[in-house]
């Protein structure tokens, strides 16, 4: 039986059986839920541990949530970063927003169906979001000088990470110009440091301190 999971497996060797099930049961669960809802594109879905999961796993790479902590994923579309970020992180709250009911119709139905019982999902504005989180997740949402003042209230002022509670945004490309435009103190990790697959040669995570 082929794994589809088993490109995840080799980045994240200490998955638990469950989280691997779960993530196994994602394949599935989008083909299903795209063919009435759209939410990623017709030839992505056969990409998708690649492109849409692994890919927002990056974060991890980068961070390690802690337990008790709260993440604000801004709009997450179907449910990503999101989804995969709360399998890997069971003790991690997770808060995916999107102003597009019909994609938070689909984040509440896997989430059900995985069982992921720290999953909040609300079909909302990123402004009209209330609550202090530690960190804003995004997939390149927007550009950085619009998308920042959305969140720029939204963070705890303690931080219990490593790092200092702030954005990690998924995006790609030369973004050189974008960040001086947003005059952001913005941090650059490129994700091809981590994974080997030609797609993730010009992503990076995006870490802007609060």
């Known amino acids: 039986m082929e794994i589809k999971s088993a490109l995840l497996q080799r980045y994240f060797t200490n998955l638990t059986e469950d989280q691997q099930q779960k993530f196994e049961q994602l394949y599935d669960l989008y083909?299903?839920?795209?063919?009435?809802?759209?939410?990623?594109?017709?030839?992505?879905?056969?990409?998708?541990?690649?492109r849409h999961i692994?890919?927002?796993?990056?974060?991890?790479?980068?961070?390690?949530?802690?337990?008790?902590?709260?993440?604000?994923d801004v709009g997450t579309g179907g449910g990503f970063p999101g989804i995969p970020l709360a399998i890997l992180f069971p003790e991690t709250n997770f808060h995916l927003v999107d102003s597009i009911g019909k994609k938070i119709k689909v984040v509440n139905e896997v989430a059900a169906a995985l069982g992921l019982k720290n999953i909040k999902a609300t079909h909302s504005r990123a402004e009209q979001v209330e609550g202090k989180y530690d960190f804003v997740v995004s997939r390149a949402v927007t550009r950085l000088i619009d998308f920042y003042p959305w969140i720029a209230d939204k963070f705890k002022k303690d931080s219990i990470h490593a790092i200092p509670n702030g954005i990690l945004y998924l995006k790609g490309g030369d973004l050189a110009e974008e960040i001086k435009e947003s005059r952001l103190k913005?941090?650059?990790?490129?994700?091809?440091?981590?994974?080997?697959?030609?797609?993730?040669?010009?992503?990076?995570?995006v870490y802007i301190p609060s």
């Not at 083909?31 to 690649?50: G, H, T």
């Not at 790479?61 to 802690?66: D, H, S, V």
């Not at 990790?189 to 797609?199: A, N």
């Open 186 to 205: 913005a941090e650059l990790y490129p994700l091809s440091e981590y994974f080997d697959e030609e797609f993730f040669e010009t992503k990076y995570v």
């Open 54 to 72: 692994l890919h927002s796993l990056g974060i991890a790479k980068f961070c390690t949530f802690q337990p008790g902590a709260s993440i604000l």
């Open 31 to 50: 083909v299903f839920w795209n063919a009435q809802i759209n939410v990623i594109s017709r030839k992505d879905i056969e990409e998708l541990y690649e």
